[in-house]
């Protein structure tokens, strides 16, 4: 949860969505694991960002006097099987100035950690235990909070098993009464949970010797529930058991029931197709905005166009490319990783090249696709420049200062570069997938209408094409520029997300008291 902790767009998501739900006056209370970098950025240094979008991060290390007072421990200690031990945890609070409530769950042996999940490319050995332990306390604590919670809202795999504690908790307590034994804690009707898939490719697989630390009997490791070719599934149990599942755009709803987008879980989630919704991620425009973004050399706004063409120069003289005005300049900001397209991108440097666009790349991953973007580079001086590492000032100037953005992920459930670009005027250049595509409109050059252009193969000579596309229509200014104010015209604000999950959670909560 941005700002304390992230990889990726997940935390920008947590994050935004809770103020936003508060915002719509609901009562939001979040429950992370008190990673270190938690810990830091309420009492030391701030961690420096997991990737090149965690602007928060950046904006309390500048100013040190916005640093908040701390997080509080609030005298509660949860007591949690795992297996044949019993493992303790404090349970830290901090309420944020929107009013959101952040419930932290302190344990330093599993949380203290430089790295969130996994640390130089390798998963943590003992991350089975690590995050069963955190959703069995999640589900623990739902019994301390103030309030009764509606609807227990889960994201990705490292929450998924809370669905299913929650499942045989409410079994347990059900057989209880019916044994004329009757629990506390069972008394009031079950909560309702819903599950956020952000990349199912992603899904928590332990060998099944891992099982005994659930503390469940052995019908939950089964071929209907954990079990997944021998092994256990955290996604897949929270598939199984989650009264509702939510991904990050409506085309990777559909993709992922599909062989090539399920990624070994279609079948499971082919038998939840009614519950499965999309929803497409929103973007904060107070810190992705060209007219008030302080990491811009000149602001600018679809109104008043002028003050791209110095973001653009900037750009230019920072990254080392080719001044002049008459070929476009091509951004690419990512995580350097297969998912990516980071491949197909090496592939058509040399095409882009020929036909005289400037590349800039910005962007930290996989050893083997660092190599090859910085060996593109050295052959094309001037023409292609890569930054290897995370940058927020660069991240957000390649947005304000580039004609375009390159975006050729083999899939993509949602994507968020593509919506900052258009916000700055950016022409996003997609592959057709996921959120990319419900995302961008294909430009018409019949119309005239569009925010960017898409390709679908997933090669290189595809995405070469739809730049060779964008550049015939670069080459006439007037109707690039209609292309660029109907892309900056777009909407994708929070609120508007927010809007789409308040109407699930209500037919979440609906449907329970059926």
Request: glycine fraction near 10%.
């Amino acid at each position: 949860m941005t700002p304390y902790a992230k990889t990726g767009g997940l935390g920008d998501v947590v994050g935004a969505l809770a103020s936003a739900m508060r915002a719509r006056g609901h009562e939001v209370t979040c429950c992370v694991p008190y990673y270190r970098s938690a810990q830091e950025y309420f009492e030391g240094e701030p961690a420096a960002p997991a990737f090149a979008e965690a602007s928060t991060f950046a904006k309390a290390a500048a100013d040190k006097s916005a640093r908040p007072a701390g997080a509080k421990a609030v005298g509660l200690t949860l007591n949690i099987p795992l297996g044949s031990r019993t493992v303790s945890g404090e349970v830290w609070e901090w309420t944020q100035a929107d009013g959101v409530r952040v419930l932290f769950v302190r344990r330093d042996e599993f949380f203290d950690r430089t790295e969130l999940y996994d640390v130089g490319g390798r998963a943590y050995d003992d991350n089975a235990e690590r995050f069963l332990f955190f959703a069995k306390a999640v589900v623990e604590l739902a019994r301390h909070t103030r309030y009764r919670a509606d609807v227990v809202h889960c994201h990705d795999w490292q929450a998924a098993f809370v669905p299913v504690q929650m499942t045989y908790q409410t079994q347990r307590g059900m057989a209880a009464e019916r044994a004329g034994r009757p629990q506390p804690w069972s008394a009031a009707p079950p909560v309702k949970t819903l599950l956020t898939i952000h990349n199912v490719a992603y899904q928590g697989i332990f060998w099944s010797l891992d099982f005994p630390l659930t503390n469940l009997p052995r019908e939950y490791f089964t071929m209907g529930t954990l079990e997944y070719y021998g092994q256990m599934n955290l996604l897949k149990g929270g598939i199984v058991f989650a009264d509702s599942i939510s991904t990050v755009s409506p085309t990777y709803a559909e993709e992922i029931v599909t062989a090539g987008g399920g990624f070994g879980l279609e079948g499971v989630l082919a038998t939840r197709t009614k519950d499965l919704h999309g929803i497409v991620n929103g973007v904060d425009y107070g810190r992705w905005d060209p007219e008030t973004d302080p990491h811009l050399r000149s602001r600018y706004g679809r109104e008043e166009l002028g003050g791209k063409r110095a973001c653009r120069e900037d750009l230019l003289t920072k990254m080392r490319l080719d001044a002049g005005d008459r070929q476009p300049v091509a951004g690419f900001v990512s995580r350097l990783t297969a998912q990516k397209g980071v491949e197909i991108l090496a592939g058509a440097l040399k095409g882009l090249v020929r036909m005289g666009v400037r590349v800039a790349i910005l962007g930290k991953g996989e050893a083997e696709y660092e190599s090859m973007l910085t060996e593109v580079a050295r052959r094309y001086p001037g023409r292609v420049s890569v930054r290897i590492g995370h940058d927020e000032e660069l991240a957000h100037q390649i947005q304000g200062g580039a004609d375009m953005l390159l975006v050729p992920s083999q899939y993509e459930p949602c994507g968020l570069t593509q919506l900052y670009a258009m916000k700055y005027g950016t022409i996003p250049v997609v592959r057709a997938t996921g959120g990319l595509d419900d995302t961008v409109q294909a430009y018409d050059a019949r119309t005239g209408r569009g925010t960017g252009f898409k390709f679908a193969a997933y090669t290189a000579e595809a995405l070469t094409g739809a730049v060779r596309r964008a550049i015939m229509l670069y080459k006439q200014p007037r109707k690039w520029e209609k292309l660029m104010r109907e892309a900056m015209a777009g909407d994708f604000s929070w609120p508007a997300s927010a809007r789409e999950y308040e109407k699930l959670y209500a037919a979440v909560v609906h449907a329970a008291s059926k």
